[in-house]
Each structure stands twice: as structure tokens, then as C-alpha cells.
């Protein structure tokens, strides 16, 4: 019968040692079990046979495999840490495989007006802030002079959650928390979500936004209140950008004024966009009224203000060119996409 004498055995674990010194990972896993494996394990295999050996030899030998099995744990250890090692540090990246494809994001052409517009009023001197969207009817309505009898406080144009308290219709009710909580001189501009009983088609929606702006102060005029928004519209427009004041009526202004700027489209020569007039209207504005001031605690005598309501939406569909109203609320991607910078 054929025996493998200790001396080659010795032999063939050195042999599997100097391989595991530079073994990648599955190679290791395999050289752990051919070494140390419970049944056919080369060192294994050594130490087992000792029983057989004369006690003289037998002392060798099981010396000798007890170094080796020292030696060969502690090249183990320290290959797996070199391996673990040179994955972080890159060693097995692959440069030429092809990049993870990844979504970029856009700012909403909404929000991009709305941070547009509030920049240029920084500018002159206006603090961005904001109210809740769930009101009571007093900061709605009877606070700015709209009594509820006025056609804009009925329940065929206002979502009532409740007997007095409502979805907001505007974002004026800020004008009234604001003056009530901090004295004159206040110069904010409010952008929000503002919520009407109605139709979603091509130019109206139940939810859209709008950006309230307020200046009171001793001495505020008219030609103040003409200046800013002159300088408004030819900063957010184009320098050359002409700006008329038409009269109209709000409760909380007095005068109230539509302001119109050139239509975009045409530079004022006349176009479908503006129905051939030139202009377009882009917010409702005027001087503060005194009644307005008096409910939330401002005396009339002293101060003056102007306001001014506008739509960031209309105005995105008119920088944007955008015909339908609704594409900025559907998040269509082929739609968003094209805002991707
Ligand atoms: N609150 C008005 C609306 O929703 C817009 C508005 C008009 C706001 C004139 C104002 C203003 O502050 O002075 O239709």
C-alpha cells in the first residue's frame, strides 16, 4: 500500500500557502477548505495520522503542523484584509463600464416666477413671508372691507370647511395678520396657494397661486406705489418694458388699479395673445384703503400703503408661452423636462 509520507505532506501545504499569499477572493475561499476543510483538509489530513506515528516522530510532526496551522491562520487574516482593502480603495473598478443613468431636476416654471418676482421686491426692500391657507371668514373677507354679503364671500365661488372657516381665496388675508402683529414701516411679498370654486379648463384651476405685496408707511404715495411696480415689470420683463395703470375696483384698495404691461409677444404692435390691445394685465393693485388699515389696528391718519395681487401662473404661461393652464399641474414629465437647464 502506497502512504504519503508526512515530508511530502509538509510539502503540499507550503506549496498551498504561497498560493494563498496572493489568492483573489473565490480562490482564498477554496484554499481555506483544501488546507483546513474538516475531512480532506491537507493540515487536517496531517494532524489526524499523528495517532498512527511513533511517539518520537509524532512529536515532529505535530510540531511542526502546529506552526503551520499558526502560520497559515495568519496569512489568511491578512489576505482577506488586503482583498477587503482593495475594494474600497477602487483597485477592482472597472472605468470603462457605463455610467448609472441618474434623473436631473428642474425648478417648476411656477416657482421660478414666484422666486424671480420675490427677488426683484427684495431688491426694494420687501421680506418674503407666508399665511395659512385654511382662514376664518374675518381675515378672508371682513377685514379687508368685502362684506359677507359680497358676492365673493358666497359659497358658490368659496370652499367652506366649516361655518366661518374656509380654503383661502386669496393671499390677502396676510395683508391683515401682518399688520395686526408688526407696526409700520412693513414691506412683505406673500406667495401662496389660493383655492376657488372653479372650473379645471384651459385658463382656470380650483388651486393656483398667487403673490400678495404690501408697503405701509408715514408718508406712501401713489408715485411710490407707480415707481415700484414700474421697476418691477422692467426687471422681471425686459428694461423697455412699458407699464399702464387702469381703473378699477377692489374693497381693499382705494383707488384700485389693473396693471398691464406690454404684451410679451408682440412688443405692443397687437397679437391673439393680447386681443390686439398691446397689453397684457398682470395684477390687481392699488392704495391701501383706510377702513383696511383701521381692522387691524394701523391709524389712517398717520399711514399710508399700497398693495397688489398677482397670478404667478398666468405669468409663467406668458414668459413660458404655454397655452393651457392645466400643464402646470399635471406634472406631465415631456412637459417638466424642457425646464431642465
Ligand atoms: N386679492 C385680489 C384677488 O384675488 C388681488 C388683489 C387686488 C390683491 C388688488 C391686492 C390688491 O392686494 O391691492 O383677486
Redesign the pocket.
Known amino acids: 500500500m502506497a502512504t504519503v509520507s508526512p515530508d511530502d505532506q509538509f510539502e503540499a501545504v507550503e506549496r498551498t500557502l504561497v498560493e494563498l499569499r496572493e489568492a483573489g477572493a473565490p480562490r482564498l475561499a477554496e484554499l481555506k477548505v483544501e488546507l483546513l476543510g474538516r475531512k480532506q483538509g491537507l493540515l487536517t489530513q496531517i494532524l489526524r495520522s499523528l495517532s498512527t506515528l511513533e511517539p518520537e516522530e509524532r512529536r515532529a510532526v505535530g510540531q511542526r503542523a502546529n506552526q503551520l496551522k499558526v502560520e497559515i491562520d495568519a496569512v489568511i487574516g491578512q489576505r482577506e484584509q488586503e482583498l477587503r482593502a482593495g475594494e474600497s480603495s477602487g483597485e477592482d473598478v472597472d472605468p470603462t463600464m457605463p455610467g448609472r443613468r441618474s434623473w436631473r431636476g428642474a425648478i417648476h416654471p411656477v416657482t421660478a416666477v414666484i422666486d424671480d418676482v420675490c427677488e426683484i421686491f427684495r431688491e426694494l426692500g420687501f421680506s418674503r413671508v407666508t399665511g395659512p391657507e385654511v382662514e376664518t371668514d374675518a381675515y378672508n373677507f371682513t377685514k379687508l372691507n368685502i362684506p359677507l354679503d359680497h358676492p365673493a364671500a358666497d359659497m358658490h365661488d368659496t370652499f367652506y370647511l366649516s361655518p366661518g372657516i374656509l380654503l383661502r381665496?386669496?393671499?390677502?388675508p396676510v395683508?391683515a395678520r401682518t399688520m395686526e402683529q408688526h407696526k409700520p414701516p412693513i414691506r412683505i411679498v406673500v406667495p401662496g396657494r389660493?383655492y376657488r370654486r372653479d372650473p379645471f379648463d384651459a385658463s382656470h384651476a380650483p388651486v393656483f397661486s398667487?403673490i400678495?405685496?404690501?408697503a405701509v408707511d408715514e408718508g406712501i404715495t401713489f408715485v411710490e406705489f407707480k415707481a415700484a411696480l414700474d421697476y418691477f415689470a422692467k426687471h422681471f420683463f425686459s428694461a423697455d418694458t412699458e407699464v399702464r395703470f387702469r381703473p378699477s375696483f377692489?374693497p381693499?384698495?382705494e383707488p384700485?388699479a389693473e396693471v398691464d404691461v406690454q404684451c410679451q409677444m408682440c412688443r405692443g404692435s397687437g397679437c391673439a395673445t393680447c386681443h390686439r390691445t398691446g397689453f397684457l394685465e398682470i395684477?390687481?393693485?392699488?392704495m391701501?384703503h383706510p377702513a383696511v388699515l383701521e381692522n387691524c389696528g394701523i391709524d389712517p391718519e398717520r399711514y399710508s400703503g399700497?398693495?397688489?395681487?398677482?397670478g404667478p401662473e398666468r405669468i409663467a404661461m406668458l414668459r413660458y408661452g404655454i397655452p393651457d393652464i392645466r400643464m402646470l399641474f399635471q406634472n406631465d414629465m415631456r412637459f417638466l423636462r424642457q425646464f431642465v437647464e
Open positions: 381665496t386669496h393671499t390677502s395683508q389660493v398667487q400678495e405685496g404690501l377692489f381693499f384698495t384700485s395684477m390687481g393693485a392699488g391701501v399700497y398693495a397688489f395681487g398677482m
